[in-house]
């Protein structure tokens, strides 16, 4: 029986593009059942084109189906990719230029940091919109979640949904990994590693050739280039010992010693508010998709299965083995970071569904770290289900980023600003202010 894959959030259409592209090319799914869903209609019927554009180039014969009714979309899926972004563009502008104001800088914002939380605070009512509707109508199906934050996220459905099949996925320690290997000129097929840690501050704590540390070569690599070591990751790595499994505009903001001084973001090239800029240009990407669709019967894809959802659907559905990096709550998995949050830990894939591998404890610096990353999770977290907005402030408070860089009172301020400016996307409970002690 072929399975059903709903994608929600469908109107994300590069990343949908992608995604069907890797699907498709799986001779085992060229007959999968795609439903797509979006709640804007211009851009769903944009996904619908590209899905069955896809499907012709890849030359595969899908069902493809497209609905604005949710609970529609997700009825017998066995597969649901959550890929949504709640308040879209206008949102992220809003997470960037109001903290700007307060001297608050931030690179991408949707991890933690005042835009990861307020990103957070905007996606969780759909996301237990998305959880209550699968448990309705497809209480089996793996939920497998794109949408940042990530850590945020993952956790928030271990607390609302705990019996849900919820794996978080990231392509960052695949891309790292990659990316190490071409430093030292090392084919990526020949490697070996271990990573662990948390969503966007994941290390990697192994990494071998033949049974060799290739850590020495990456130490020699780095030592004859000195505009290599103007990167915050690589700044990181020579500091603590384990290489950072995220970009450096993504690893200077979630630690309290870069982005808050000038000097630090000229030595290190970080890009401030880099992620507007993305932004912008994901819009434009949709409308030159938008253009090249009325001209042509196929679009061109790109085939090698680099994302992980369609690796999890091709190996649960075939049975082939594979390890992948993905984010579940922990439950002693890694035994020195805290019980219930998000952790992205080796998880092997087979017939019989996804099994996260046990790691034990984190070197002390990289937990430590960790552990300040999963104070914002986890306060986040507790402020929706307990619909307390004292606990958005005191995420704020804790985050090492803005503690860093503003006054208590500053970060009140900066958090009723957003909260009156986001208004109905956050949940009811929490759009408030709330008087300073």
């Not at 497209?66 to 890929?83: E, K, S, W």
């Not at 497998?144 to 956790?155: E, F, H």
């Not at 369609?310 to 984010?327: C, D, F, M």
Request: aromatic letters at 6%; charged letters at 20%.
């Amino acid at each position: 029986m072929k399975p059903t894959v709903a994608i929600i959030g469908a109107g994300s259409v590069e990343f949908t593009r992608e995604l069907l592209g890797d699907i498709l090319s799986f001779p085992e799914l060229a007959t999968t059942r795609i439903v797509l869903h979006d709640i804007n209609t211009e851009r769903l019927e944009t996904a619908e084109a590209i899905a069955r554009a896809t499907a012709r180039a890849a030359d595969a014969d899908p069902e493809i189906s497209a609905t604005t009714d949710r609970r529609r979309a997700l009825d017998g899926a066995d597969y649901v990719i959550n890929v949504i972004q709640v308040g879209m563009h206008e949102a992220t502008v809003r997470d960037f230029e109001i903290p700007a104001r307060y001297g608050l800088n931030q690179s991408i914002g949707d991890t933690i940091g005042i835009g990861g939380i307020f990103r957070g605070l905007r996606t969780f009512p759909v996301l237990a919109g998305i959880a209550r509707d699968m448990q309705e109508v497809c209480p089996d199906a793996w939920l497998l979640n794109y949408t940042n934050p990530m850590a945020m996220n993952v956790t928030y459905l271990h607390h609302i949904a705990p019996r849900l099949k919820v794996l978080g996925l990231c392509h960052s320690v695949y891309w790292t990994m990659v990316g190490l290997c071409e430093l030292i000129d090392v084919p990526y097929e020949e490697v070996s590693y271990w990573s662990a840690g948390v969503n966007h501050q994941a290390w990697v704590l192994r990494w071998e050739r033949n049974g060799q540390n290739l850590y020495p070569e990456l130490d020699r690599r780095i030592a004859a280039d000195a505009e290599l070591q103007r990167r915050v990751r690589v700044d990181m790595y020579r500091r603590l010992g384990y290489y950072p499994t995220e970009t450096s505009e993504h690893s200077s903001e979630y630690v309290p010693w870069y982005v808050h001084h000038r000097q630090e973001i000229d030595r290190l090239r970080i890009n401030v508010g880099e992620y507007v800029s993305i932004s912008k240009a994901n819009l434009a990407e949709y409308a030159r998709i938008r253009e090249e669709l009325a001209d042509a019967d196929s679009l061109p894809i790109d085939t090698g299965s680099t994302e992980y959802a369609p690796q999890v659907i091709h190996s649960l559905e075939t049975g082939t083995t594979r390890v992948i990096s993905a984010n579940v709550a922990n439950q002693g998995l890694i035994t020195n970071l805290p019980d219930g949050l998000a952790v992205e830990v080796p998880t092997t894939l087979d017939a019989l569904g996804a099994h996260p591998m046990r790691v034990g404890d984190l070197p002390p610096q990289c937990a430590a770290l960790n552990r300040n990353f999963l104070g914002p999770v986890d306060l986040t977290v507790r402020a929706a289900i307990d619909g307390d907005p004292r606990l958005v402030r005191a995420a704020a408070m804790v985050d090492p980023n803005t503690a860093a860089t503003l006054t208590v009172d500053q970060i009140w301020d900066l958090c009723d600003e957003l909260t009156s400016a986001h208004g109905d996307l956050l949940p009811e409970p929490l759009r408030s202010a709330v008087c300073n002690p």
